[in-house]
T-cell receptor, first 115, second 114 residues
Framework: GAVVSQHPSWVICKSGTSVKIECRSL??????MFWYRQFPKQSLMLMAT?????????EQGVEKDKFLINHASLTLSTLTVTSAHPEDSSFYIC???????????FGPGTRLTVL | SQKIEQNSEALNIQEGKTATLTCNYT??????LQWYRQDPGRGPVFLLL?????KEKRKERLKVTFDTTLKQSLFHITASQPADSATYLC?????????????FGTGTRLLVSP
């Protein structure tokens, strides 16, 4: 089956630093990947849609200069949280859609804690 | 305003019984609705998709219904097992932005006791 990985699985950083999270589709190619954020006991909230070779589309209220997304290949998208603050602490989840399918496959998530 | 509502209270049932979870939505016209399972600290895992023109879908012990008039989907797990304990999320497409953009409910936690 289609597998999506994320790295790192968890990260702790100091306030003001930047953190990069990778999302990889391991056994399929994906032109579209999505980035979600989930706070405790809350729903997954879509942050942005990442398309290979073009700029990401951000949801309303998501700062594109703070959450930098790069989708440089058909198997890799990265999310960089710049100048992280404690309120950015959350569970970040990516998903990917195979070229030949419409089903979204989710990664295992990355737990970010900003001190 | 647009809302997707799932029962925020945990559902506790005895092993072997049927679990029924509810997903209600307002101000959406989804072409399809999906159900996912999420374990603590993990990403969602796809379970079932039901389209607007389908009333019911089954997969092994799982059954989903979709009533576009009531704007409601029901998710059933028959012969439930302790391993079914998890949070179950419903998700629907926004209806006018393409096939792939999903909006998720907050999920219902299911606890199956031996």
């Amino acid at each position: 089956g289609a597998v999506v990985s994320q790295h790192p699985s968890w990260v702790i950083c100091k306030s003001g630093t930047s953190v990069k999270i990778e999302c990889r589709s391991l056994d399929f190619q994906a032109t579209t990947m999505f980035w979600y954020r989930q706070f405790p006991k809350q729903s997954l909230m879509l942050m942005a849609t990442s398309n290979e070779g073009s700029k990401a589309t951000y949801e309303q209220g998501v700062e594109k200069d703070k959450f930098l997304i790069n989708h440089a290949s058909l198997t890799l998208s990265t999310l960089t949280v710049t100048s992280a603050h404690p309120e950015d602490s959350s569970f970040y989840i990516c998903s990917a859609i195979p070229l030949t399918d419409n089903e979204q496959f989710f990664g295992p998530g990355t737990r970010l804690t900003v001190l | 305003s647009q809302k997707i509502e799932q029962n925020s209270e945990a559902l506790n049932i005895q092993e072997g019984k049927t679990a029924t979870l509810t997903c209600n939505y307002t101000n959406y016209s989804p072409a399809y609705l999906q159900w996912y399972r999420q374990d603590p600290g993990r990403g969602p895992v796809f379970l079932l998709l039901i389209r607007e023109n389908e009333k019911e879908k089954r997969k092994e012990r799982l059954k989903v219904t979709f009533d576009t008039t009531l704007k409601q989907s029901l998710f059933h797990i028959t012969a439930s097992q302790p391993a079914d304990s998890a949070t179950y999320l419903c998700a629907l497409d926004e209806g006018n932005t393409g096939f792939q953009k999903l909006v998720f409910g907050t999920g219902t936690r299911l606890l199956v006791s031996p």
